[in-house]
């Protein structure tokens, strides 16, 4: 985590380019557009992004997953996040998982029991899809995490206070 590094546009493009699956495309896309941390993003159900009907207007991780049991204010889900979980949607319809409790990113070993993967399994879909992209360095999910806070900085004209809220941080020596 300390040693991930922030990606380039051009990196993240690369990795959106070598990512076909459905789901792994979702994960890349959320980590990209949210900032939420890997376990956060593990803790998630279908019914936090879909009311049953249609896709939510926002995420919001439940407290008890939050890192200190801090909540974050709900994200906006960016329009090329949603075309993503939309597809991802569409997967788990067809095959019949499209239900409130079943974890969001179905872990790949799902076949007898439905379970979410765990942050370092998400952390290997992230790493596997930088290796096809030939993406060389510490690259994991925190990286996302980097980049989103790199570009709330060159957005907000370098102000720190609003970084930390777009983080979530309660100490804003955490952002520095």
């Known amino acids: 985590m300390g040693r991930c590094r922030p990606l380039s546009t051009d990196e993240i493009e690369s990795m959106k ?27 998630l159900k279908v019914k936090d992004i879909w009311d049953g009907h249609q896709l939510r207007d926002r995420v919001q991780v439940r ?6 049991g801090v909540g974050r204010r709900p994200i906006p889900l960016h329009s090329e996040l949603r075309q993503a979980l939309v597809c991802w949607l569409m997967q788990l319809q ?3 998982l499209l239900k409130p409790d079943t ?14 993967p765990a942050r370092e399994s998400l952390w290997r879909v992230i790493k596997g899809i930088a290796t096809k992209a030939g993406i060389e360095g510490h690259v994991g999910c925190h990286s996302f995490r980097k980049t989103f806070a790199l570009r709330a900085w060159e957005h907000s004209n370098h102000n720190i206070l609003k970084v930390q809220e777009a ?3 309660q100490e804003v020596s955490s952002t520095q």
Do not use: N, V
């Open 17 to 43: 380019a070598h990512c076909h699956d459905p789901r792994d495309r979702a994960i890349l896309s959320f980590f990209e557009r949210t900032a939420y941390r890997a376990a956060e993003t593990a803790s």
């Open 103 to 116: 974890p969001l990113w179905l872990s790949r070993k799902h076949k007898t029991k439905l379970y979410g």
């Open 167 to 169: 983080l979530g941080h």
């Open 94 to 96: 067809q095959s019949g």
């Open 63 to 68: 407290k008890s997953a939050m890192k200190k």
